[in-house]
T-cell receptor, first 112, second 111 residues
Framework: DAGVIQSPRHEVTEMGQEVTLRCKPISGHDYLFWYRQTMMRGLELLIYFNNNVPIDDSGMPEDRFSAKMPNASFSTLKIQPSEPRDSAVYFC??????????FGPGTRLTVL | GEDVEQSLFLSVREGDSSVINCTYTDSSSTYLYWYKQEPGAGLQLLTYIFSNMDMKQDQRLTVLLNKKDKHLSLRIADTQTGDSAIYFCAESLYNFNKFYFGSGTKLNVKP
């Protein structure tokens, strides 16, 4: 298995633009997580899905952020409009319900 | 909410032992984890311990859990330069799938 796949690996955009981050979980995993990592706040859980259904989105910072999981093999995290304070590394992770979350390599987002 | 705390930095010499510490606040933790993050990469699970255990050893890694003090530690024996990374402590509660991560400890191994 290729592991969790995220794209793009790096994204540079200007303030006000829409940003879409993509994730392909490990096949057969029924949990998917989106995290954000910054120096100031560390690793924050934004939202997680079980069987494509959002279970807990309490970590989503504000309405500018939205996440979808249209099927078991694909999820998106969208920021519209983006702001400089959204600059961070965004990780997707998946789990088969066991005691391990498998992380993707992350997307480094820079909003100018 | 749940609070997991770690010191930010640790520096050791190659060949020495490293001890990374973590404290947590929720006594209903079920599993506690150590993850490793190398530069430019995602987090990788190193080891985990069930909350009814005191110790777990896996090759050069030893995890100690003091449930009374809510203290978790990771000892790396014979630390190598390849061990330089950020180490995250995490806990999960009754819902195994929601993890709470500490801020990470950056381990620097000097040759």
């Amino acid at each position: 298995d290729a592991g969790v796949i995220q794209s793009p690996r790096h994204e540079v955009t200007e303030m006000g633009q829409e940003v879409t981050l993509r994730c392909k979980p490990i096949s057969g995993h029924d949990y998917l997580f989106w995290y954000r990592q910054t120096m100031m706040r560390g690793l924050e859980l934004l939202i997680y899905f079980n069987n494509n259904v959002p279970i807990d989105d309490s970590g989503m910072p504000e309405d500018r952020f939205s996440a979808k999981m249209p099927n078991a093999s694909f999820s998106t995290l969208k920021i519209q409009p983006s702001e400089p304070r959204d600059s961070a590394v965004y990780f997707c992770a998946s789990s088969g319900g066991q005691n391990e979350q498998f992380f993707g390599p992350g997307t480094r987002l820079t909003v100018l | 909410g749940e609070d997991v705390e770690q010191s930010l930095f640790l520096s050791v010499r190659e060949g020495d032992s490293s001890v990374i510490n973590c404290t947590y606040t929720d006594s209903s933790s079920t599993y506690l984890y150590w993850y490793k993050q190398e530069p430019g990469a995602g987090l990788q699970l190193l080891t985990y311990i069930f909350s009814n255990m005191d110790m777990k050893q896996d090759q050069r890694l030893t995890v100690l859990l003091n449930k009374k003090d809510k203290h978790l530690s990771l000892r790396i024996a014979d630390t190598q330069t390849g061990d330089s990374a950020i180490y995250f402590c995490a806990e999960s509660l009754y819902n195994f799938n929601k993890f709470y991560f500490g801020s990470g400890t950056k381990l620097n191994v000097k040759p």
